[in-house]
């Protein structure tokens, strides 16, 4: 009950967090924010307190596990994104998030190979993402050609982010250690970030929310291996004083890499160098002279 109240009472500050800074920075920074371990830290945290280390170790393993499901999700909505609307694309995401922790759940592995795995994912994701631009770090009011979101887009938001975690909460409540750490991550945040995205400002906005993701995903990977190394020997306290430090130093190096992209323009070719507007002149007037 306790783990279900925290998401609840979380949700909405991680969503409209997460929203507000795509506004000011972009999607792929909103992107970057939701994948720092803010719900599925405090969950292995409670497991511990409630079940002991041990369980809460086995979780962390099997949410390490879960961040290569995660970048399955964000390489198909992606790519689902260009030829689609978005429910084409959230369900096409689901389905690979889904279908890669299937055939996880009877895969048990030590930490360390799952973290290693886990990084492979997150590399081939990367490359294998749709190369599109990545936007200019202003506020997006401040775009030509686009007006302020409507508002109820920040309470629309933090509504399906809500009902989407309780029923997976719900869901995966009975299903043990492993497959609970599994579906623990499930992308649900970056769901309603790429979707809102996508609709009001297209696909684009949608593949830089999730490459934001992918790059906050290296934090969370070395967040939860540690805790799976650190707490069965040196308790929770210790463990999860680590685990932060651990995703403090990963999140800093990946947001400096974001904002260097975002803030880099793309060359320009030699004609649109070339191309520069001609101021306009009165036309001449031609006629007899007196």
């Known amino acids: 009950m306790g783990i279900v109240v925290l998401k609840v ?11 507000l800074a795509g506004r000011r920075w972009g999607p792929a920074v ?37 961040t290569i499901s995660q970048a399955a999700f964000c390489m198909v909505y992606a790519r689902l994104a260009l030829r689609g ?20 759940i ?28 990545h936007e200019r770090a202003v506020p ?38 492993h497959v609970t750490g ?4 499930f992308p649900v945040y970056a769901s309603v970030l790429a979707v809102f995205a996508q609709r009001q400002r297209g696909p684009a906005a949608a593949a830089s929310v999730l490459r934001g993701l992918i790059y906050g995903l290296f934090g969370f ?13 040196l308790g929770t306290a210790v463990a999860f004083a680590a685990a932060v430090v651990v995703a403090l130093a990963c999140q800093g190096v990946s947001l400096w890499v974001i904002q260097r992209a975002a803030a880099t323009r793309p060359p320009r070719s030699r004609r649109q160098r070339d191309r520069r507007p001609v101021p306009s002149q009165p036309p ?7």
């Open 182 to 185: 599994l579906l623990a991550p």
């Open 85 to 104: 609307p978005w429910p084409f694309a959230l369900l096409g995401g689901c389905a690979a998030f889904l279908a890669v922790t299937a055939a996880l």
């Open 221 to 233: 990977a070395g967040f939860m291996l540690t805790l799976a190394e650190l707490l069965p020997r």
């Open 9 to 19: 009472v979380l949700t909405p500050a991680l969503i409209a967090a997460a929203s």
């Open 140 to 177: 997006a009011v401040a775009r030509a050609g686009e007006s302020a979101p409507p508002w109820w887009d920040l309470p629309a938001r933090i509504v399906v982010a809500t009902a989407f975690v309780l029923a997976l909460t719900e869901a995966s409540a009975a299903l043990g250690a």
């Open 30 to 66: 909103s992107g970057w924010l939701v994948g720092l371990p803010l719900t599925s830290g405090p969950v292995v945290f409670f497991l511990a307190l409630e079940h002991g280390t041990s369980f809460a170790a086995a979780a962390a393993v099997g949410t390490l596990a879960g």
């Open 284 to 290: 001449r007037r031609v006629g007899p002279r007196a």
């Open 106 to 133: 009877r895969v048990r592995l030590p930490a360390v190979v799952f973290f290693a795995l886990a990084l492979a994912a997150l590399v081939a994701a990367l490359i294998l993402l749709p190369h599109i631009r």
